[in-house]
Nanobody, 117 residues
Framework: QVQLVESGGGQVQAGDSLRLSCAAS????????MGWFRQAPGKQRELVAA??????DYGESMRGRSSIFMDNAKKTVDLQMNSLKPEDTAVYYC????????????WGQGTQVTVSS
Protein backbone atom coordinates (compact mmCIF):
# COMPACT_ATOMS: atom_id res chain seq x y z
CA GLN A 1 0.00 0.00 0.00
CA VAL A 2 1.25 3.46 -0.89
CA GLN A 3 1.72 6.21 1.68
CA LEU A 4 2.55 9.84 0.95
CA VAL A 5 4.52 12.25 3.10
CA GLU A 6 4.48 15.96 2.33
CA SER A 7 6.87 18.66 3.47
CA GLY A 8 7.71 22.27 2.77
CA GLY A 9 4.61 24.16 3.78
CA GLY A 10 4.71 27.25 5.93
CA GLN A 11 3.96 30.94 6.16
CA VAL A 12 5.41 33.33 3.62
CA GLN A 13 4.89 36.87 2.37
CA ALA A 14 3.16 37.80 -0.86
CA GLY A 15 5.63 37.59 -3.72
CA ASP A 16 7.73 34.90 -2.06
CA SER A 17 8.47 31.45 -3.42
CA LEU A 18 7.94 28.10 -1.77
CA ARG A 19 8.74 24.53 -2.71
CA LEU A 20 6.64 21.60 -1.58
CA SER A 21 7.90 18.04 -1.63
CA CYS A 22 6.10 14.73 -1.52
CA ALA A 23 7.60 11.28 -1.22
CA ALA A 24 5.80 8.00 -1.73
CA SER A 25 6.61 4.86 0.17
CA UNK A 26 5.32 1.33 0.20
CA UNK A 27 4.49 -0.40 -3.06
CA UNK A 28 5.50 2.52 -5.27
CA UNK A 29 6.05 0.49 -8.41
CA UNK A 30 2.38 0.71 -9.29
CA UNK A 31 2.17 4.52 -9.17
CA UNK A 32 1.12 5.95 -12.51
CA UNK A 33 1.12 9.60 -11.63
CA MET A 34 1.47 12.12 -8.85
CA GLY A 35 0.45 15.68 -8.28
CA TRP A 36 -0.59 18.50 -6.02
CA PHE A 37 -4.04 19.78 -5.18
CA ARG A 38 -5.12 22.45 -2.76
CA GLN A 39 -8.16 23.29 -0.71
CA ALA A 40 -8.92 26.66 0.80
CA PRO A 41 -11.52 27.06 3.55
CA GLY A 42 -15.02 26.83 2.14
CA LYS A 43 -13.80 25.86 -1.31
CA GLN A 44 -13.49 22.64 -3.25
CA ARG A 45 -10.20 20.87 -3.66
CA GLU A 46 -8.62 21.93 -6.93
CA LEU A 47 -5.74 20.85 -9.13
CA VAL A 48 -2.52 22.81 -8.87
CA ALA A 49 -0.32 20.56 -10.99
CA ALA A 50 0.08 16.88 -11.75
CA UNK A 51 2.19 14.51 -13.81
CA UNK A 52 0.82 11.41 -15.50
CA UNK A 53 2.96 9.27 -17.79
CA UNK A 54 5.60 12.04 -17.61
CA UNK A 55 3.18 14.63 -18.98
CA UNK A 56 2.58 17.66 -16.72
CA ASP A 57 -0.79 19.31 -16.35
CA TYR A 58 -1.39 22.61 -14.58
CA GLY A 59 -4.54 23.96 -13.07
CA GLU A 60 -5.67 27.48 -13.81
CA SER A 61 -5.07 28.74 -10.30
CA MET A 62 -1.28 28.74 -10.46
CA ARG A 63 -0.56 28.35 -14.14
CA GLY A 64 2.57 30.29 -15.00
CA ARG A 65 3.56 30.62 -11.35
CA SER A 66 4.26 26.99 -10.57
CA SER A 67 6.39 24.14 -11.83
CA ILE A 68 6.06 20.47 -11.03
CA PHE A 69 8.94 18.01 -10.96
CA MET A 70 8.41 14.29 -10.64
CA ASP A 71 11.11 11.70 -10.16
CA ASN A 72 9.46 8.67 -11.69
CA ALA A 73 12.02 6.25 -10.32
CA LYS A 74 11.86 7.45 -6.73
CA LYS A 75 8.18 8.45 -6.90
CA THR A 76 8.72 11.88 -5.48
CA VAL A 77 7.05 15.04 -6.68
CA ASP A 78 8.01 18.62 -5.96
CA LEU A 79 5.96 21.73 -6.56
CA GLN A 80 7.80 25.02 -7.00
CA MET A 81 5.51 27.97 -6.41
CA ASN A 82 6.54 31.52 -7.25
CA SER A 83 5.00 34.96 -6.86
CA LEU A 84 2.70 33.70 -4.15
CA LYS A 85 -0.48 35.61 -3.40
CA PRO A 86 -2.70 35.66 -0.31
CA GLU A 87 -5.33 33.78 -2.32
CA ASP A 88 -2.89 30.90 -2.60
CA THR A 89 -3.42 30.25 1.09
CA ALA A 90 -4.71 26.70 1.43
CA VAL A 91 -3.91 23.21 2.54
CA TYR A 92 -1.89 21.57 -0.19
CA TYR A 93 -2.33 17.85 -0.72
CA CYS A 94 -0.12 15.41 -2.54
CA UNK A 95 -1.96 12.85 -4.64
CA UNK A 96 -0.81 9.61 -6.19
CA UNK A 97 -2.67 7.27 -8.50
CA UNK A 98 -1.68 3.65 -8.32
CA UNK A 99 -2.90 0.91 -10.57
CA UNK A 100 -3.07 -2.71 -9.51
CA UNK A 101 -6.25 -4.17 -10.93
CA UNK A 102 -7.91 -0.76 -11.09
CA UNK A 103 -6.86 2.83 -10.39
CA UNK A 104 -6.70 3.85 -6.75
CA UNK A 105 -6.17 7.36 -5.48
CA UNK A 106 -3.98 7.98 -2.45
CA TRP A 107 -3.86 11.33 -0.65
CA GLY A 108 -1.29 12.74 1.69
CA GLN A 109 -2.31 14.39 4.94
CA GLY A 110 -1.79 17.88 3.58
CA THR A 111 0.53 20.74 4.37
CA GLN A 112 -0.60 24.26 5.18
CA VAL A 113 0.59 27.16 3.05
CA THR A 114 -0.25 30.63 4.33
CA VAL A 115 0.57 33.72 2.31
CA SER A 116 0.29 37.05 4.06
CA SER A 117 0.03 40.40 2.34
Amino acid sequence: QVQLVESGGGQVQAGDSLRLSCAASGNIANILGMGWFRQAPGKQRELVAAVTDSVPDYGESMRGRSSIFMDNAKKTVDLQMNSLKPEDTAVYYCKAVEYITSPRVVWGQGTQVTVSS
